[in-house]
Structure formats: structure tokens, C-alpha cells
């Protein structure tokens, strides 16, 4: 995600997403009301025939929907402002549909914690997600994964022959470089390939430093190619995974909670009642909130605007995955405190 320019003033930022994940931040941030622009194609008649024409148009948002099987945000609304006007009809309503690479203005009332969320999103972006390996039984490709797309570093390659007495010998000096790799950063790997070369080396790393297999995914995909990276776009594995590394995060938070609740150590509430007692207390270190319930709810908002004025961690947990269930069961809302209410 790249924030071109924000005016906290008028409300304006300008931002372009980059990855899958950066359209999920923004479903979650744009609410009915708010305004945004973007450059996209508008249906034009043209006596009996209708064609398709380039504008810039600017709609009041009344839905927001990240379209995962199209990998596209689309926000709906009616066009308040568009150019060129002849194209342009003001009050008619149009579907922006917005994909990775393509930037867009957002104009609104920004909360805090809606502009750190895309503060933080844009910091991440800058990291290294996942890394990858395609091999064979011959080289071995490595790649990171970043916002921008995939940053291919280093191959390696085998010098054996299945007919030299030294294979043995070779393949395990080959399958020790690779694992080095692994070994030498802590990101979480994917690592793929054709044939029996990826179980092999999943078979090597077992016997010698099992503990890396926590982080390494194992696929397959038809070549040790660039071309094997991008099957693991188009086949699902980078989204998958990704979503993944953001519910254990998730989960990690909401199995700390269930413990300081099941404890009774009064360093956990839940439930917008106890949550505002404690925000109006300054007594709050980290809020969870899940993210219909604050999209929604004027109350939780204005707890969570309280919590994030007093400089708690702000916490917004994907309704869709196993934690947001557990918070929901939970009453939507919890906090994690400095320390204990008084009764």
C-alpha cells in the first residue's frame, strides 16, 4: 500500500493498494457517506449505440464490497462530481471497481485508528510477507514476496548426476544450501516444486532441523520456473497463506484474552458495558473490536475513538475467521487493561 498524500484538514487521501490485503483494509475503512474518486469507464449512448468512455468520477459511497473471487474492490454510489462532464451524470449511480496497482482518492471524517490502519498497512507493505522456493532436483529459485510483487534473489543448483557415485554426497550439499537459506531469515516460507524434490528436502530438513518446519509450507506446481511462482498466485496458495498468517495472529490474541478471562485475573473485560467503563477509566492497553461492529455500532465507535485518544492498541479482527467468531460470542468488544477496575 502507498499513501500519496493525505490532508487531514479536508478530509482528502489519495492512496494506491497494492496487494489483495490492502483491499481489505480499505472495505474496512470506507463507510456510507464518504466520497471517492477514481478514474474508470462509464457507459455513453451515442444515438442507438453505446459505447464505453474514460472519466474520472467521484461517488457517495452507499455499499462497499471487496469481491474476493475478482480480487477487485467495488464501492456503489451516486456520481457527485465527474469530468468530462459530457459523459457525466450527476445523481446517476456508478459501481467504482477498484484493483490492486490502481489508485483512488477517499474523502471522509478519518477516525484514528482508520488512518493508522492504513498507516500500519503501508509499513508492512515495506517487509518481507513470505518467501518462496521453487526446486528440482537440479536449482533451486528463491523470491520474496513484497507489496509490489515478487523480488527474486539467489538460485542454487545441484552438480550431481544420478549417475555419479558422489550423488548421494551432492544431493545433500544441495539440499543443505537451501536449507541455510531457510534458516538464515524468519519469515515464513513456501516452498515448491515438480516431482519428488520438495518431499525430499522436507525429508532432509526433518532429520536435521525439524524445529524450521513450523514456518515452511510445502506445494506443488509443474516447473522450478518464475513461471512455478506465478502458479502459486493463480492456484490460491499466496492468498491462502496470507490470510492464514493474519488469523493466527488474530487467534494468538484471542486465546490470551480466554486465559485472563477463565483466570478471573480482572486484567481482561468484554462487552461494550465493561469496555466503556474501562475506556472512561483510562484503563485500557489493548482494545479488540470486531470490524461489522464498529462499522456499524455509534457506540462502539465512540468507545474505541476513546480508547484510541488515551493511546491504546487498537485492534480491528476480521469478522470472517475463527477469532472474529470467538469475539462475537464475547459481545464483539474486548480489552486487555493496564490494570484492575475497582468493583
Same mark, same amino acid.
Do not use: C
Given at each position: ?30 463507510? &456510507?457517506? !464518504?466520497? *471517492? ?5 462509464? #457507459?455513453?449512448?451515442? =444515438?442507438t449505440? %453505446?459505447?464505453? $468512455? ?29 469530468? &468530462?462532464? !459530457?459523459? *457525466? ?5 456508478? #459501481?467504482?471497481?477498484? =484493483?490492486?496497482? %490502481?489508485?483512488? $482518492?477517499?474523502?471522509k ?111 506443488s ?13 493463480t ?57 461489522e461492529?464498529?462499522?456499524?455500532d455509534?457506540?462502539?465507535?465512540a ?37 484492575k477496575?475497582?468493583?
Amino acid at each position: 500500500m502507498k499513501i500519496i498524500h493525505f490532508e487531514r484538514k479536508t478530509g482528502e487521501l489519495k492512496i494506491q493498494p497494492d496487494t489483495l490485503d490492502d483491499l481489505w483494509h480499505l472495505e474496512k475503512v470506507i463507510a &456510507p457517506g !464518504d466520497e *471517492v474518486e477514481a478514474h474508470t469507464l462509464r #457507459t455513453y449512448k451515442v =444515438g442507438t449505440k %453505446e459505447e464505453k $468512455k474514460s472519466v474520472t468520477i467521484r461517488v457517495k459511497a452507499e455499499r462497499v464490497e471487496f469481491a474476493k473471487n475478482a480480487n477487485r474492490l467495488r464501492i456503489l454510489g451516486p456520481i457527485v462530481w465527474g469530468e &468530462p462532464e !459530457d459523459y *457525466v451524470q450527476l445523481g446517476k449511480y456508478h #459501481t467504482i471497481d477498484i =484493483g490492486t496497482g %490502481e489508485r483512488l $482518492k477517499i474523502t471522509k471524517e478519518w477516525k484514528n485508528h482508520e488512518v493508522k490502519r492504513l498507516q500500519d498497512a503501508e509499513k508492512e507493505s515495506r517487509r518481507p510477507r513470505i518467501r518462496i522456493i521453487v526446486l528440482d532436483e537440479e536449482k533451486a529459485l528463491t523470491g520474496i514476496l513484497r507489496a509490489a510483487g515478487v523480488e527474486y534473489g539467489p538460485e542454487f543448483y545441484s552438480s550431481g548426476s544420478k549417475r555419479d557415485e558422489n550423488y548421494e554426497k551432492t544431493k545433500s550439499e544441495y539440499f543443505g544450501t537451501v536449507m541455510a537459506e531457510v534458516e538464515r531469515h524468519p519469515e515464513k516460507y513456501i516452498i515448491a516444486g515438480p516431482g519428488f524434490a520438495k518431499d525430499n528436502l522436507k525429508a532432509f530438513i526433518a532429520k536435521r532441523k525439524p524445529e524450521l518446519l513450523k514456518r515452511i509450507v510445502f506445494e506443488s506446481v509443474s516447473y522450478a520456473e518464475r513461471s512455478g511462482v506465478n502458479e502459486l498466485f493463480t492456484n490460491g496458495v499466496i492468498e491462502r497463506i496470507m490470510g492464514e498468517e493474519r488469523s493466527a495472529k488474530e487467534m494468538k490474541l484471542m486465546d490470551e484474552l480466554l486465559t485472563q478471562v477463565y483466570r478471573d485475573t480482572g486484567k481482561a473485560v468484554y462487552g461494550i458495558g465493561e469496555v466503556k467503563k474501562a475506556a472512561d477509566a483510562f484503563a485500557i492497553e489493548r482494545l479488540l473490536v470486531l470490524d461489522e461492529f464498529l462499522r456499524k455500532d455509534k457506540e462502539a465507535e465512540a468507545v474505541v475513538d476513546a480508547a484510541d485518544r488515551n493511546r491504546a492498541e487498537i485492534v480491528v479482527v476480521t469478522s470472517e475467521g475463527d477469532a472474529g467468531a470467538k469475539l462475537k460470542g464475547f459481545g464483539k468488544i474486548a480489552a486487555f487493561l493496564k490494570f484492575k477496575l475497582r468493583e
